[in-house]
């Protein structure tokens, strides 16, 4: 057991935690790294059953309390102390009503042993959508191909082959569990496990289906239809109930997550449902004021800034945002204007700059006027 990790770190507590503590950690950890949560995550199942596997000794008031004085080999069967880490959890109750709470409806687990052959929810799926900036503001309408499984057609589902159907799994009487009872210098110590034969089902078929092996269903690519609301932004996730993988014993299908992820903008930057622009202006413009057309993601508007408008003044065009997922509002498009220097001048216009700079006074420049006399105050 040298190459295990400290079960109190499994569970992120320390050692001395509570019930409740360990019982609360425990629930973090098993919805963190759940195979429904995480398909094809090998690490993730292996994390899962460590996290299982911790909660399993220090729930237990006398394996913790062994664990506690006398490491791992308190724990482990081989090293006589009795109370295996690993071999089943039937030992304490607390651990099959856990998982019935955690996973028993959202992802279709149901770990007591009396829904293990019941029908259970199948598995749910995940996918990222690419989508443009408009289509994220305005919403669109999209066709999304996934490879996933579907019930068998030839079968409907059963992985019988027609005109035949499943029986009862002689191997454990159509509980899907094996139960083992192991002799200690501490006692008995019964553990039970999954049944080989028929998967945990409590049925097995003795005709399988030829399209499906008797797995009732088979891998398709299919094509769905899905909408897009408007307002969405990266990371938002769409479900699309039903569209998971099939269910076993006659469960219902598990849901499709969809991600979203929202291409940038050439000239627009979204902040919650709010837009902001940076719009380059002229010196001229800035002075002197002037009426600017703003573009907006539906069509462009005239604004008119005021004389002296300084650099980085931000305006405020309200309702020109983004439409809001939960309330229907439109966000605001902030405007700010970027005062652009020229760069290439002839001779001639650069001697009209200069000859307008010299017909300037202190007055026409507030704030380099202030700049002067607190730095003529700070170096008398």
């Known amino acids: 057991m040298a ?15 509570t019930e409740a503590e360990i019982k609360s950690a425990f629930r973090k950890k098993a919805m963190e790294f759940h195979p429904d949560r995480n398909p094809g995550d090998k690490i993730a199942e292996e994390k899962f059953k460590e996290v299982n596997e911790a909660y399993g000794i220090l729930s237990d008031p006398q394996k913790k309390d062994k664990y506690d ?14 109370g295996g880490g690993s071999g089943g959890f039937s030992g304490f109750g607390g651990f099959e009503d856990i998982f019935g709470d955690l996973f028993g409806g959202a992802f279709g687990g149901g770990f007591s042993q009396s829904r293990r052959n019941g029908p ?9 959508m690419n989508i443009t900036f408009e289509e994220a503001a305005f919403g669109t309408k999209k066709q999304v191909q996934l490879n996933k499984y579907v019930a068998c057609e030839e079968c409907g589902g059963s992985g019988a082959e027609k005109g035949t159907s499943k029986v009862t799994c002689p191997n454990c009487n159509g ?28 049925q097995i078929t003795e005709k399988p289906c030829h399209s499906c092996n008797g797995s009732g269903k088979i891998r398709k690519t299919v094509t769905i239809s899905v909408d897009i609301p408007a307002g969405v932004d990266n990371d938002s996730v769409i479900p699309i109930r039903g569209q998971g993988e099939p269910g076993t014993n006659g469960g219902p299908n598990g849901d499709l997550y969809l991600v979203i ?11 919650g449902n709010d837009l902001w622009l940076d719009m380059p202006i002229t010196f001229t413009q800035a002075a002197l ?21 300084q650099p980085d003044t931000v305006f405020r065009l309200k309702g020109k945002g983004v439409k809001s997922l939960r309330s229907g509002k439109y966000g605001d498009l902030y405007v700010k ?11 001639k216009q650069k001697k009209m700059i200069e000859e307008f700079g010299e017909s300037l006074n202190h007055d026409g420049y507030a704030k380099r006027k202030s700049f ?3 730095m003529k105050e700070l170096f008398k």
């Open 261 to 271: 992820a929202v291409s940038p903008h050439k000239l627009f930057k979204r902040k």
């Open 175 to 202: 509980s899907g569990q094996v139960r083992t009872v192991q002799n200690t210098p501490f006692g008995q110590f019964a553990s039970s496990h999954t049944c080989d034969r028929c998967g945990g089902s409590g």
């Open 337 to 347: 204007v970027i005062l652009e220097v020229p760069t290439k001048l002839s001779g």
């Open 3 to 17: 190459d295990k990790r400290d079960y109190y770190e499994v569970l992120g507590i320390k050692k001395g935690a």
């Open 372 to 374: 002067s006399e607190t």
């Open 69 to 82: 004085r006398f490491g791992f080999a308190g724990v482990d069967p081989n090293a006589g102390f009795g």
């Open 120 to 128: 259970r929810k199948g598995q749910d799926l995940q996918k990222q």
């Open 289 to 309: 004021g002037a009426e600017i057309t703003v573009p907006t993601l539906s069509d462009k508007v005239a604004y008119k800034i005021p004389a002296g408008t």
